[in-house]
């Protein structure tokens, strides 16, 4: 079972960290995109070592009744989130439109 567990939270990171880092890419204004792509990182290398102590002590701590009604309340609240964003029911090709970024070359004084 742990490693069925281990297998879906890896496939997880595989698919989430190049669609975040792509979203960062597109998104971030240019001066914050290496702070926000670092943010991303710690993230990435902080969680198998948080993860499991904040799992173990909220298992010694409630019972396995109450984390699930916790993990689905969760859930719950992001789906609220989605719907509430507006972006339910829209095209993807409509999703994320931006302008487009046009860049002059510099004029080099002689």
Do not use: W, Y
Not at 77 to 106: K, W
Request: net charge positive.
């Amino acid at each position: 079972m742990l490693l069925a567990a281990r297998l879906v939270m890896s496939l997880g990171a595989g698919i989430s960290l190049p669609l975040i880092t792509n979203i960062i890419l597109e998104k971030a204004p240019l001066e914050q995109r290496g702070a926000m792509l670092g943010i991303v990182g710690l993230v990435t290398c902080a969680a198998p070592a948080i993860g499991p102590v904040i799992g173990g002590m909220l298992k010694n701590h409630f019972p396995p009744k109450f984390i699930l009604i916790g993990f689905a309340g969760t859930v719950i609240m992001d789906v609220v989130f989605v719907a509430l964003s507006g972006n339910v029911g829209a095209s993807p090709r409509m999703m994320g439109r931006m302008r487009p970024v046009r860049i002059r070359p510099r004029s080099h004084a002689a």
